[in-house]
Every structure is written in structure tokens, then in C-alpha cells.
């Protein structure tokens, strides 16, 4: 990426400011700098079920071919499972202190190491290997029911030993350790990438017994998130953001009838005609109904 000229890469495309690492190239050789906008994936879309026990991740590019992601899954020269696309809704703290500082130095893409906080599949696989602890603090998997209650506040510890007080969802100022806001940026680095592409129009499902407060947190928490994980560079530009948006679809249940009804041939006949259907959603903190 570096020196193809019809590839590149985007941090050479940033402007150098104070900090930033100054390479000497020998003579004759070239580095090739790419603008992100280059890599934006126009009328495409990304869908996001965060769930209670896992969360999907689904991608439909220009060509209407479509994707779904494995996030955190650390070896892909296995051939994917269907289980490996269940991506476990959980985060694990390794050096909260070092990633949040990275974090919060740096507009779009900062530098964060996973060594300082893993997602999805390898945190969720520390936990069933924790011997200690140590371990057990340092992994929450109960996202979705913190942000749902209003009375819960817990005390997390990362593998340093440092204390992390995380208080309930509806008291969180920006700024503020948000580990759904964590989760999000680490679901955006795997989604845009120079492997892959840039998205900007995400679309999240929630269940049906959440309020609109509570939606309209997540989204809040999701945008953040979802926005760290994009260039700089393209951050900056006000025209291509412009397109940015992270909204609400339609209910887990409900979204489902929509295909399965189509699907299965369960459409109405003639006008007129209805159809009766129940949906039960049997998910892994609560089961909703659609009727």
C-alpha cells in the first residue's frame, strides 16, 4: 500500500502536525500518499443488530453484493462458521489508561493498540479461560442491560490493576468512558478499512421495549463511535460528511417479517386479502413479539 502507485495509503494523506513521525526515505524511493475519499462506499449501506449476546454485522456495497463481519475473530485463515458472524457483544480492559489517552489524542483513526483493549470473539474468550479475578473484572458482557438500567453502576478493573467506575448509561456525558461508544469504534475499524472501503450510512435495530430515550442514546453512543473509526482526513471533509448518518430501523421482529414474509410466499394474494402472522424473537436477554 505504501508504494503501489494505484493503491496507497491514507495517513500519508494527513497533514504533519507536532508529534507526528518523521520518516527519511533513501534516495529514489517514494511513499504513496491516498485520499479516503476515494475509498467512500457511495449508495451502500451497513446494518448493525447490536445485541444482548451478540451483535451482527451486515454490509450491502454499490454492486448490491452482500456481507457479513467477523469482529475480533483473530484467525481468518480458518474458514468462516456460522457462529464466527455471531460476534459477542463484550469488551475486555487490558490498559484502559494508554487506550483512552490514544483515543482521545486524535480526531478519526487514533492510535489505540488491541493490546490495550480487545472486542467481540477474543474478549469474550478471555473470559471463558479466566482462572483469576483479575480476568473477570477486566471483561464486561453486559452491555445492553447496563444501558437499560437505570439504577446500575458498576466498578470494572483492566489487567493493570487500574479502577474503572462506570456509572449508569443515563448519567454519561460525550467524553465520558462509554463502552457501547468503544464497542462501536472497534465494530467501525473493522468495517472501514483500506481493505475494504469506507461506509457511511449505518442502520442499527433495536428491541421493540426500548424507549426512545434510550434509542436515541445508543445512536448518540454509535455515532461517536462509529465516527472515530474514519480518516481524519475525510472528517474534515464537511461536503462528504454530509452523508454520515446512524439511524434507527425497524424493530428485530418486525424486521424480520419483512423478509420472512416475502420469503416464505406469506404475502396477500389480491387486494384486500390479509395476512395474520406472530413473530417471536427468542433473543439472549429478552424475547420480543411482533403480531
Avoid at 507536532?18 to 449501506?45: C, I, W
Avoid at 462501536?184 to 435495530?205: E, P, Q, W
Avoid at 455515532?223 to 454520515?244: H, I, N, T, V, Y
Avoid at 424480520?256 to 427468542?282: H, M, N, R, T, W
Wanted: net charge negative.
Amino acid at each position: 500500500r505504501l508504494t503501489d502507485l494505484n493503491l496507497g495509503h491514507w495517513e500519508l494523506f494527513e497533514e504533519p502536525k507536532e508529534g507526528s513521525l518523521v520518516l527519511t526515505l533513501p534516495k529514489n524511493e517514494y511513499f504513496v500518499a491516498r485520499p479516503p475519499q476515494l475509498d467512500v462506499m457511495t449508495s451502500s449501506v451497513c446494518a448493525i443488530d447490536f445485541g444482548t449476546k451478540s451483535t451482527v454485522v451486515a454490509c450491502r456495497d454499490q454492486n448490491q453484493d452482500e456481507r457479513l463481519l467477523r469482529i475480533g475473530q483473530g484467525d481468518y485463515t480458518k474458514a468462516a462458521e456460522l457462529e464466527d458472524y455471531e460476534n459477542p457483544t463484550v469488551v475486555e480492559l487490558l490498559d484502559i489508561e494508554n487506550f483512552l489517552k490514544a483515543y482521545r489524542g486524535r480526531g478519526g483513526r487514533p492510535f489505540t493498540e488491541w493490546n490495550q483493549m480487545t472486542v467481540s470473539h477474543q474478549a469474550e474468550d478471555a473470559l471463558k479461560k479466566a482462572k483469576n479475578s483479575m480476568v473477570y473484572y477486566s471483561v464486561f458482557s453486559e452491555l445492553k442491560q447496563w444501558a437499560n438500567d437505570k439504577e446500575r453502576r458498576l466498578m470494572l478493573r483492566d489487567r493493570k490493576g487500574n479502577l474503572v467506575e462506570l456509572r449508569s448509561y443515563e448519567e454519561l456525558q460525550d467524553g465520558d468512558f462509554d463502552p457501547i461508544e468503544l464497542y462501536a469504534y472497534y465494530l467501525g475499524l473493522y468495517i472501514n478499512n483500506m481493505h475494504r472501503g469506507i461506509y457511511l450510512d449505518y442502520i442499527l435495530s433495536f428491541p421493540v421495549t426500548y424507549e426512545m430515550v434510550m434509542r436515541e442514546r445508543i445512536l448518540h453512543s454509535f455515532e461517536r463511535g462509529l465516527k472515530k473509526s474514519l480518516p481524519p482526513a475525510l472528517l474534515r471533509d464537511e461536503d462528504m460528511m454530509r452523508r454520515f448518518r446512524v439511524y434507527a430501523g425497524a424493530s428485530e421482529p418486525a424486521a424480520y417479517a419483512i423478509s420472512a414474509l416475502q420469503e416464505f410466499g406469506l404475502e396477500p394474494k389480491k387486494d384486500g386479502e390479509v395476512v395474520s402472522y406472530a413473530v417471536f424473537d427468542f433473543g439472549g436477554g429478552t424475547t420480543d413479539y411482533d403480531f
